[in-house]
Structure formats: structure tokens, C-alpha cells
């Protein structure tokens, strides 16, 4: 499936991501921070809401628990009381005590039989209009008098029930309490009347205070079992009657009881400096609301906030665990979505170093990432394609410049040749030879006052050429002429320059010259040479030659060709096949 090109290996350049000095974050833990933060925000924001939401609901329930503690506890006393109350209005109105007479042993047997039936009943006795006890359980109390007595003096008038007092004439008469605290009642009273109205007596009766008391314990033992909610019963006016203890504290001047800015016992409240949950019921009777007895119900906070502490607890608990399992979650993510990228990415890398197209491996899981594989490996193979293409390309523009270059030099030479050179013969034109001389004049300027040497003009024509062409044919002359070049060449030095000068005329500029002798010399052995040479079909000629040395005088080319040509004049005149020197400033 993968093209495995074969590639000349270069040296890497380094990667961006290797690149010193640029040590971004990964995507992994990029990913793994957003995933595993956003959902520790949310689960922190969710859970302290819910969390927030549950306690506090908790917290309601718990109040509204202790609140209907009390007002069982206090529902369940009235009923009880009514019920004791209207026992009393029933006995007072009984035909045996209305029509009978009340000191009769029929009263004294009913009184010991509902006393048998209700134990909380400490005593039960009928007195007389004047207060004197006619008859009484057990016979307590017979012929004392009690008209000081509150339940008396009040049940002359109606039916009574009283608060709770300690027992005065009977403590004496009915066993001491386990605990050792005094004995208490509660009265319960109504007059003895006749059909007509008239006061007959008054029955009572004392109830045990410890009936009262157990009573709201029962309610609260019974209402929330352990969940150490006790009872309080405070009179109208806010006294403590009951428990005991914090009766006697209260007593002994202790600030047991909170004082309420409504006056109310409700919410959380400081009893006797421990924080509690707390609410109060007022006792509802319906006959006599005199008593206006309340019970308060209470639960300490530690307690009643137990169920909110150990749902704090457990949400903690829950949140550390899905904390901890999002953040793995995040963590597997993160390596899920990075590992293919950095796969990608080491895989991209090769391309670079390699300089092939490795295999890119599928992507089956995620559909963009496969897209992203196929596209890097198709964009690898069309980068090192084009690369190879660009190579080659180079390649032959390199060339093509090379071939162009050396083209271009041949021309020039070409071009150059043509411009210096004689087209017949070869040797340097006269423009040529021109620029030679302006040379050399400059470099004797400068030097030759040092060395002394200065250069020399040698014109060599041929003699009698004209009667060559005429005889052999112009094209013989040119061949003359050419053959004639050749030797004047190879009669100078590499640094003299042989020039033709025109027509059948040449020049030799003879550079660095000790003195006129030496040119001299240089035009002889030019002389015999072309003395000595045969021509073919034309077979002997000869050549004059003029011979001049530049001056320091001369400031152009002129003068200097001027004496040369009049010494070739000179050379002619005198019979030609002859060398004439013409020193600078001769006649
Ligand atoms: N074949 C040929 N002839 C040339 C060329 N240039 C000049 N000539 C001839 O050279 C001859 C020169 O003749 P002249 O100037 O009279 O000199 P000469 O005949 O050499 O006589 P002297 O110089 O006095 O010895 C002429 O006939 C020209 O036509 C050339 O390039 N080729």
C-alpha cells in the first residue's frame, strides 16, 4: 500500500518540535489538565450544591423531628390531663355520691376501686363544704381539714385542675421516692352539688407528678429512639419544673435555660453552654388553661447534625472517588486522542530524516485522525516527489548554464580575435598593434627612466610584391603574405608583438629594448630569414625594414612610426633586402 521510495539521505535539518529553547506542552497534558480540571469544577460545583441542598434538608428534618417530639409530648399530656379531669367532673356528679352521703364506706370503696384503676393517683378523698376530709383512699387524710387547700377553695366554684406542688400533709403518709426527691402532685378537683344546685362537698384527687413526667419521657423515648432528645416542662411564667436536675440548678441560681429573643424556644440554642437543636409545644387544655405549661423538646447539635456530618462525610467520600476516577478517565483520554497525533508526528519526522515515505499506519478509531494520516502521507509522497523533480531540474539548468557559458566564451573569444586580429594572417590588426604601442609608451613612461630600456617599431614590407600578384595571381600574394606572417612569428619573442600594418607591410613592437642595436638584430634575423625561406610558386623574396626606438620625446604613436617608415623609406631607396635604423631626433 506505502511507496518506499528510494532517496539520496541528507542531513537532517533539526525539527521545529526538537528546536532548542521551545519546550511547549504536550497534548497529552494539555488534555489531561482541561479534562481532569473542568471536571473537578463541576464536580466540586455539583457536589457543594447538592451536597448544600441534602444537609440542608437534612438539617430541616431534623428540626421538624425534634419539633414534633414536643408536640407529641404535649398533645399526649392533655389528652391525659382531659382525661383525668373529666374522671374527677364524672365522680363529682356520681348518685352515690350526690344522693348518698359522702363520709359512707360506698364512697370510700368507689374512691380505693378507681384508685386501684389508676395508679398515678396518689389519693383520692371527698371533703366537706367546710374542708374537712369525710372520706379518702386508704382512709388518708379522714377528718383532717384542707380547707386551705388552692384545689379546694377553687373547686367549691368549679372543676380545678392545679399546678405542681409538693406534698405537704401526705408526704408523711406515702412511701419516699427511690430517687429521693420530694413527692409531687397535680390536683385535679370538682364540687359536689344537689339536683338544686347547692354544694354538697368536694372531691379531689393528687396525681403523682412522676405520672406527669413519665408521660413526656415515654413520648420522647418512644418519638426518635437514641437520638438523645430530652424533654423540658417549664410553667407559665418559664420556670423549669421539670427534669429534676436542672430544676435544682436552676434552683441553686444557675442560668440553665437560654433566653430566646422571641421568647420562644426554637432553632439552635445554648443550654447551659452546649449547643442545642431545640422547639417547644404549648399545652392545649381545653377546660382549663390556666396551667399554660410548656414542653420543650431538645437535642443537642452534635447529635441532631450527626446525619449532616457522616452525608458530609460520605459526599466527600464520593467526590475524592469520581475525582479520582475522572482524572484517570482524563489521563486514558488524553493518551487515547494523543498517542495516534504523536505517532503521527514522530512518523512525519522520518520524512525529513529519511527522506522517504515510511508507512503511516490507519487510523481506524477516529475518523479525522485517519483523514490526517492519509493526507500527511500523501502530502510526504508529493513533497519528495516534487523535491526529486526540483533536483533534476537543477541539475540540467546546471548544465544548460555550463554549455550557454563556454558558448558565450567562445564567442567572446571569437569576438575578440576578430576585433585584434588580422583576418588574412593571424596576427594582431593595426588597431591591435596600436593599442599594444599605447602600452608599451605608458610603461616606459613609468619605468623607463629606471631601467633604461625603451621599445622599438621594425615595418617590414615586402619588396616588389606587386609584381608577385601580377605574376602569380592575387591569391598567390595572399599566400605570400600569410607564409611571411608565419615566419615574422616565429622570428620575435612571445612578448614582442608581430602585427600586419597593411597591405603587404608588417610591424613588430619590439617592448623593453637595451638599444637600437638589439633592434636592430631583431629586424635582421627577420631580414634573412625571409632571405633564406622559399615561397612556393613564387620561390625567392625579400623583405626592407625600418627600425626606430621610441624617444622619451615622443608624446604620441606617431612620431615613432613616422621614423621607422622613413627608415624603411631609407631601406627601399637605398636597393631594399636592407634594415635601416632611424634614431629619434636624426635629420
Ligand atoms: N595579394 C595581395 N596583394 C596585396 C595585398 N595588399 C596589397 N597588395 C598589393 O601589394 C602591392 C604593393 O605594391 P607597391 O606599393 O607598388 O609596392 P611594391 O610593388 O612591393 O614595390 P616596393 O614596395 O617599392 O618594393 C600592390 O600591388 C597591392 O595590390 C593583399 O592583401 N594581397
Redesign the pocket.
Known amino acids: 500500500m506505502i511507496d518506499t521510495q528510494d532517496a539520496s539521505p541528507t542531513s537532517p535539518s533539526p525539527s521545529p518540535a526538537s528546536a532548542p529553547g521551545r519546550r511547549l506542552p504536550t497534548l497529552r497534558s494539555q488534555l489531561s489538565l482541561w479534562v481532569g480540571g473542568l471536571s473537578l469544577a463541576v464536580l466540586t460545583l455539583v457536589g457543594g450544591y447538592l451536597g448544600k441542598l441534602a444537609t440542608d434538608e437534612l438539617f430541616t428534618a431534623q428540626q421538624a423531628a425534634v419539633r414534633a417530639t414536643a408536640q407529641a409530648a404535649a398533645e399526649l399530656l392533655a389528652t391525659q390531663l382531659r382525661d383525668r379531669e373529666r374522671q374527677i367532673e364524672l365522680l363529682s356528679v356520681a348518685p352515690h355520691l350526690v344522693n348518698g352521703r359522702l363520709d359512707s364506706q360506698e364512697v370510700r370503696d368507689s374512691l380505693d376501686r378507681r384508685q386501684a384503676l389508676h395508679d398515678e393517683f396518689a389519693w383520692l378523698g371527698v371533703v366537706a363544704p367546710d374542708g374537712t376530709v369525710l372520706q379518702a383512699t386508704g382512709g388518708m387524710l379522714t377528718g383532717r381539714s384542707v380547707a386551705q387547700r388552692d384545689w379546694f377553695i377553687a373547686a367549691r366554684e368549679r372543676v380545678f385542675v392545679g399546678d405542681v406542688h409538693e406534698a405537704k400533709l401526705l408526704a408523711t403518709m406515702l412511701p419516699a421516692l427511690p430517687n429521693g426527691e420530694p413527692t409531687r402532685f397535680i390536683d385535679f378537683a370538682a364540687p359536689i352539688r344537689d339536683s338544686d344546685g347547692r354544694l354538697l362537698g368536694v372531691v379531689g384527687a393528687h396525681a403523682h407528678w412522676r405520672w406527669v413526667t413519665g408521660l413526656v419521657d415515654g413520648v420522647v423515648r418512644r418519638q426518635l429512639p437514641g437520638s438523645g432528645i430530652d424533654a423540658l416542662i417549664l410553667d407559665r411564667q418559664g420556670r423549669l419544673l421539670y427534669p429534676e436536675a436542672l430544676k435544682a440548678a436552676q434552683a441553686s441560681g444557675a442560668a440553665v435555660l437560654p433566653k430566646p429573643e422571641n421568647g420562644r424556644f426554637d432553632g439552635e440554642l445554648v443550654f447551659d453552654g452546649k449547643p442545642y437543636l431545640a422547639s417547644e409545644a404549648t399545652l392545649q387544655l381545653r377546660t382549663n388553661a390556666e396551667l399554660g405549661w410548656r414542653i420543650v423538646a431538645r437535642q443537642p447539635m452534635e447529635q441532631a447534625m450527626r446525619p449532616v456530618s457522616a452525608l458530609r462525610r460520605e459526599l466527600v467520600l464520593l467526590g475524592v472517588l469520581a475525582a479520582t476516577a475522572l482524572a484517570l478517565t482524563a489521563l486514558l483520554l488524553a493518551r487515547r486522542f494523543s498517542r495516534p497525533v504523536e505517532q503521527l508526528a514522530r512518523i512525519a519526522a522520518r520524512v525529513e530524516t529519511e527522506r522517504r515515505v515510511p508507512d503511516f499506519p490507519e487510523q481506524p478509531g477516529v475518523r479525522e485522525l485517519d483523514g490526517l494520516s492519509r493526507a500527511m502521507q500523501s502530502m510526504a509522497r508529493s513533497l519528495l516527489q516534487t523535491e526529486k523533480d526540483l533536483q533534476a531540474a537543477n541539475a540540467t539548468l546546471e548544465t544548460q548554464v555550463q554549455q550557454r557559458t563556454a558558448e558565450l566564451q567562445a564567442a567572446n573569444a571569437k569576438l575578440e580575435h576578430l576585433a585584434t586580429r588580422d583576418p588574412?594572417t593571424g596576427l594582431h590588426n593595426r588597431r591591435s598593434l596600436d593599442a599594444r604601442l599605447a602600452e608599451a609608451q605608458a610603461l616606459d613612461r613609468r619605468y623607463g627612466r629606471q631601467n633604461g630600456r625603451v621599445h622599438g617599431l621594425l615595418l617590414v614590407?615586402?619588396?616588389?610584391?606587386?609584381?608577385i600578384?601580377d605574376s602569380f595571381g592575387?591569391p598567390t600574394?595572399?599566400a605570400v603574405?600569410r607564409q611571411l606572417a608565419e615566419l615574422l612569428q616565429s622570428c620575435v619573442r612571445v612578448t614582442d608583438v608581430a602585427a600586419r600594418f597593411g597591405?603587404?607591410e608588417f610591424a613588430v613592437l619590439l617592448p623593453e629594448l637595451a638599444g637600437p642595436l638589439e633592434a636592430v638584430m631583431a629586424a635582421e634575423k627577420i631580414r634573412t630569414a625571409v632571405e633564406a625561406a622559399t615561397f612556393p610558386q613564387v620561390g625567392k623574396i625579400t623583405v626592407s625594414v625600418g627600425v626606430s626606438l621610441a624617444s622619451p620625446d615622443d608624446l604620441e604613436l606617431a612620431p615613432l612610426i613616422a621614423r621607422s617608415d622613413a627608415a624603411l623609406y631609407v631601406a627601399?631607396r637605398g636597393g631594399?633586402n636592407a634594415v635601416v635604423l632611424k634614431e629619434a631626433g636624426a635629420a
Open positions: 588574412l614590407d615586402v619588396d616588389h610584391f606587386k609584381r600578384n592575387h600574394g595572399d603574405l597591405g603587404e627601399k631594399r
